[in-house]
C-alpha cells in the first residue's frame, strides 16, 4: 500500500514543480527572450507649440501610447512594449485624435532595444527622428550623446568633460553619437561663441546618458537623460513628468502559482490516502 502511495506522492511533487518552474521561468524572461523593448518620445523643436504624440502598433488603429500637451524640452519615460513595428505620430495639442497629424514616422523595436523619438528641427523643417538607444558600454567606463536643441545658439562650438573637448561644431538638431568617458564626476559645459552653459553630472560604471542642449529661459541649459543605470539593466528614461499611455508589463509575480498547484497537490493527496482508507476498510470487512 505505502510503496504505491509514495510513488503517486512523488508523481504530484514532480509534476508540481514542472508547473511551478513555466511561470518563474516566463516571470524572470529578459527582454531579448521576452520579445519587448522600449520607446521613449520627446519634444526638442524649440519653435514649435506643444503637441500630442500618438504611438501605435501597425495595422492597429487604436494608440498604445498617448501623451498630452508635450511642450518643448520634454522628454517621455521609457515604456516597454512588444517587439514589431509602430508609427508615431504627431498633432497639434488638442487636436482630435482622428485629424490628420502634423507629421509622423515608423519605427521598428527590435527586442532588448530601447529607442528615442524625437521632434527635432525649426517648426518649417519639423521632423520626427529616431534614435537607436545604446544600453551598454565598455568596462569601468560611461558611455554620452549629444543632442544639440537650441535654437538660439544654432552651433555649439564645443563640448566638454573636464576640460577636454569631446564634441566640436555640433550644429542645431544634430545628434553626437555616443563615445566612452571613465566613470566618474564631470563637470560638462556646452561653449558657443556667446558663453558657455555648464552642470556637474556623475557617471557611474556602465551608465549610459544623453546629454540635451536646450534654449533656456536665461541662456542655454543642459538636460540629462540616463539611458541606462548599467549592465543588465532597464533603460530608466526621464523622470516621470505624469504623462498616460500603455506601458506593457511584465508577468506578474509566480507566487499565486505555488499557493494553487499546492492546494492542488494536497488535495489529490488528501483524496489518494481516503481512497486508501476506503479499499481497507472494505477489505476489512467495516
Avoid at 163 to 171: D, E, M, W
Avoid at 204 to 212: F, I, K, N
Amino acid at each position: 500500500m505505502f510503496p504505491r502511495l509514495t510513488r503517486r506522492l512523488l508523481m504530484l511533487l514532480a509534476v508540481s514543480a514542472l508547473l511551478l518552474g513555466i511561470p518563474a521561468a516566463t516571470a524572470f524572461a529578459s527582454p531579448a527572450t521576452s520579445g519587448t523593448g522600449w520607446i521613449r518620445l520627446a519634444h526638442l523643436s524649440p519653435n514649435t507649440p506643444a503637441v500630442d504624440v500618438y504611438l501605435y502598433s501597425f495595422g492597429n488603429s487604436n494608440a498604445e501610447i498617448v501623451l498630452h500637451h508635450v511642450a518643448y524640452g520634454t522628454v517621455s519615460p521609457y515604456e516597454t512594449v512588444h517587439a514589431g513595428d509602430y508609427s508615431v505620430a504627431m498633432r497639434g495639442a488638442g487636436s482630435a485624435p482622428s485629424s490628420p497629424p502634423v507629421l509622423s514616422t515608423s519605427v521598428t523595436i527590435a527586442p532588448g532595444h530601447a529607442y528615442t523619438v524625437a521632434g527635432m528641427g525649426p517648426e518649417s523643417g519639423l521632423r520626427l527622428q529616431v534614435m537607436d538607444d545604446q544600453l551598454t558600454t565598455q568596462a569601468g567606463h560611461a558611455a554620452v550623446r549629444i543632442i544639440q536643441a537650441s535654437l538660439k545658439e544654432q552651433v555649439v562650438t564645443k563640448v566638454t568633460c573636464g576640460g577636454k573637448t569631446i564634441a566640436s561644431n555640433v550644429k542645431f538638431a544634430s545628434v553626437v553619437g555616443y563615445q566612452a568617458i571613465p566613470a566618474g564626476t564631470w563637470e560638462m559645459a556646452a561653449v558657443t561663441s556667446s558663453g558657455s552653459t555648464q552642470t556637474s553630472v556623475h557617471l557611474p560604471a556602465g551608465s549610459v546618458d544623453t546629454l540635451v542642449v536646450l534654449d533656456g529661459s536665461n541662456g542655454l541649459q543642459i538636460d540629462v537623460l540616463q539611458d541606462a543605470a548599467g549592465a543588465g539593466n532597464m533603460p530608466v528614461g526621464a523622470v516621470s513628468t505624469g504623462f498616460g499611455g500603455t506601458a506593457g508589463h511584465g508577468p506578474g509575480s509566480p507566487a499565486p502559482w505555488f499557493g494553487v498547484i499546492g492546494a492542488g497537490a494536497l488535495l489529490a493527496l488528501a483524496g489518494g490516502l481516503s481512497l486508501r482508507r476506503g479499499r481497507v476498510r472494505v477489505r476489512a470487512g467495516i
